[in-house]
């Protein structure tokens, strides 16, 4: 299992969730856990893929980082 952290400021969150879910829908996988936290300024999304290498390209694409 991957997980990728993708760290994302809270003016720019619908967006960025909006490009994932773009993301996720042309790779026809669904995500298994999706969590959020967040802080003043910025929220933290931890992805949780089951397959590898899927969870890699999502974290090349979204400037992500590997916290498996």
């Known amino acids: 299992m991957r997980v990728v952290q993708v760290l994302v400021s809270r003016a720019g969150f619908a967006e960025t969730l909006g490009a994932m879910r773009d993301w996720l ?4 996988r669904p995500l298994v856990r999706f969590e959020t936290t967040s802080d003043r300024d910025n929220i933290v999304m931890k992805l949780h893929f089951e397959d590898d290498a899927l969870g890699e390209a999502f974290r090349a694409a979204f400037g992500g980082r590997d916290v498996s």
Do not use: A, P, S, T
């Not at 829908?25 to 026809?28: I, M, S, V």
């Open 25 to 28: 829908d042309r790779n026809n």
